[in-house]
């Protein structure tokens, strides 16, 4: 009878897992609301004679920051001071030169930058090595395992409803697929805009966890995140009951007129939800995940940022407020943690965009 027992519960515990049931947290952290106390360690607003336009940031381990400005199409290098160190990848069809730059990962001592059809390495220093054919069709890298070896997934491009994550291997041609899902009910997609709009439109947002060599993904249009290994075997889900934050018609056509004032703003509106996504990033930081949660055309003021154990307790709520009046320039890749320090890019009343970094405090596990 025992033996019965302990069986019906792991089969119970078996079926929870896979039917995505998981932890539930109520809207309502566990250790209440903490506080980051940002203070200002450094801000730049050019690289060299050039102003920011429209960048986007990654920070490696030791605080080398790469911005890649989508106006100016080209990407600078700031050490860990803020001091500018290197343009490079100015847009062109030339070795290291870029077509159209998607993203920038740091690997061990390079740098590797996502062309539309290559992949370019650099050495930290900006310096350029190599480039790489890498056709990867609807989906795009997410983060590097080493320079050769890569996760990649589909974003936001879905085909029939369906995304996927998978394994790359650069040197053996080798594609291995890691999971299969589907972003839409019954893998139909929904009528919206052709293009990608972060903080509405439905996108798979991932964060890799290095020192266990796991991934935690999960689909913005619901509060979600599952944790698989690198074998695509699913080992936890864990979600949060969180009613959707409404977005007026006027905010998203205000929104819209920003990211193209000769646009049909109207008509595309139109078309678009009237809730936010619930988050358009997460990263894993010294044993705690934080999940950084969808904006668009509001909330530019503040950042809400949900912490979580790793096993998907809900532990903290924060909030970051820019200093002196600023706002978050939002972007995709516009705001990153970094041992003990937040890397944020912000725009003030005048359109000055610039790169600041915060020291914070943060949680201990």
Not at 105 to 132: A, I, N, P, Q
Not at 205 to 217: E, P, Q
């Amino acid at each position: 009878m025992k033996k019965l027992l302990i069986i019906f519960v792991l089969l119970l515990l078996f079926v929870s897992l896979v039917s995505g049931a998981g932890k539930v947290n109520p809207d309502k952290p566990l250790k209440g609301e903490w506080d980051l106390k940002p203070v200002n360690v450094w801000t730049v607003t050019e690289a060299g004679e050039e102003t920011f336009s429209r960048p986007e940031i990654v920070v490696a381990g030791d605080g080398t920051l790469c911005a890649w400005d989508w106006k100016n199409r080209a990407s600078y290098l700031f050490d860990d001071t803020g001091k500018f160190k290197k343009v490079f990848g100015k847009r062109g069809e030339g070795p290291g030169e870029m077509r159209w730059h998607l993203n920038t990962f740091f690997t061990g001592d390079k740098m590797v930058t996502v062309d539309m059809d290559r992949l370019h390495y650099f050495t930290k220093d900006g310096e350029y090595l190599k480039s790489e054919v890498s056709m990867l069709g609807l989906s795009e890298p997410l983060f590097f395992l080493d320079e050769n070896v890569f996760v990649s997934g589909t974003v936001s491009r879905f085909m029939d409803g369906k995304g996927e994550v998978a394994r790359v291997n650069l040197k053996t041609g080798e594609k291995m697929l890691v999971r299969e899902f589907e972003v839409f009910k019954k893998g139909k997609r929904r009528s919206g805009p052709d293009f990608t709009l972060v903080g509405l439109s439905p996108m798979v947002v991932t964060a890799y966890d290095a020192a266990n060599r796991k991934i935690y993904y999960g689909i913005s249009s619901s509060y979600v995140i599952h944790l698989i290994d690198m074998d695509g075997n699913l080992l936890d889900t864990f979600s949060m009951e969180r009613e959707k934050e409404k977005i007026s018609m006027e905010e998203k056509i205000k929104q819209l007129k920003i990211i193209d004032p000769s646009g049909p703003a109207k008509e595309i509106a139109k078309r678009l939800p009237d809730e936010l996504a619930y988050f358009h990033r997460m990263q894993v930081e010294n044993g705690l995940i934080y999940v950084f949660a969808g904006n668009f055309g509001i909330h530019w003021e503040s950042q809400r940022i949900d912490i979580f154990s790793t096993d998907g307790k809900y532990l903290y709520r924060t909030v970051f407020k820019p200093l002196d009046g600023d706002h978050i320039y939002f972007a995709t890749h516009s705001i990153q943690i970094q041992n003990n320090h937040l890397y944020v890019i912000l725009e003030d009343d005048d359109g000055e965009v610039k790169i600041t970094k915060y020291r914070i405090s943060v949680p201990k596990v």
